[in-house]
T-cell receptor, first 106, second 115 residues
Framework: KNEVEQSPQNLTAQEGEFITINCSYS?????LHWLQQHPGGGIVSLFM???GKKKHGRLIATINIQEKHSSLHITASHPRDSAVYIC????????FGTGTRLQVFP | ETGVTQSPTHLIKTRGQQVTLRCSSQ?????VSWYQQALGQGPQFIFQ???????GRGNFPPRFSGLQFPNYSSELNVNALELDDSALYLC??????????????FGPGTRLLVL
């Protein structure tokens, strides 16, 4: 069993839809990162959180440490949100999920 | 823009050769981590350097080695290249202040193809 599981693996949406990506992990962590990777490889750090909820623009990340679960939400999705979203719990190093590929169509 | 650069952007090598990949961290960042990302997979942790010393290593053989320099640059060296080493290699710099985690700033990656 993988230490990090993301769901769904692939997601398509119409512009304006509310998106949720889930991440479950089985290891003890000090924090959890949500990352965005565009085609071509560049990775951008979206959030780092160790409890509760964080919001940045249309993005919201939540984490439940007891349940070892985190979610990334995108409100009013837009085609430019199309990317791979990666959950990465931090133990003594970052452990990456395989990512959720999101495509938002106009 | 994360302020982290990598060179070269693309590289083709043949099996058995050696390669050096370079990363320039954000100014002031004391930590750099290297990751290997195979096609369709999430990144895998190779190792981390903190203040020029190796500070953690993933499940990679000794032919993967690194260096971190005082000028915020670092190198990943891979000897005796194998076909399975073909991947995107990412570096990420951060400022470690002690305790917990810190935001990592990723470079654009170097895409290595081993023939």
């Amino acid at each position: 069993k993988n230490e990090v599981e993301q769901s769904p693996q692939n997601l398509t949406a119409q512009e304006g839809e509310f998106i949720t990506i889930n991440c479950s992990y089985s290891v003890g962590i000090s924090a959890l990162h949500w990352l965005q990777q565009h085609p071509g490889g560049g990775i951008v750090s979206l959030f780092m959180l160790s409890s509760g909820k964080k919001k940045h623009g249309r993005l919201i990340a939540t984490i439940n440490i007891q349940e070892k679960h985190s979610s990334l939400h995108i409100t009013a999705s837009h085609p430019r949100d199309s990317a791979v979203y990666i959950c990465a719990p931090h133990t003594d190093k970052l452990i990456f999920g395989t990512g959720t590929r999101l495509q938002v169509f106009p | 823009e994360t302020g982290v650069t990598q060179s070269p952007t693309h590289l083709i090598k043949t099996r058995g050769q050696q390669v050096t990949l370079r990363c320039s961290s954000q100014s002031g960042h004391n930590t750099v981590s290297w990751y290997q990302q195979a096609l369709g997979q999430g990144p895998q942790f190779i190792f981390q350097y903190y203040r020029e010393e190796e500070n953690g290593r993933g499940n990679f053989p000794p032919r993967f080695s690194g260096l971190q320099f005082p000028n915020y640059s670092s190198e990943l060296n891979v000897n005796a290249l194998e076909l399975d080493d073909s991947a995107l290699y990412l570096c990420a710099s951060s400022l470690y202040l002690g305790g917990g985690s810190e935001t990592q700033y990723f470079g654009p990656g170097t895409r290595l193809l081993v023939l």
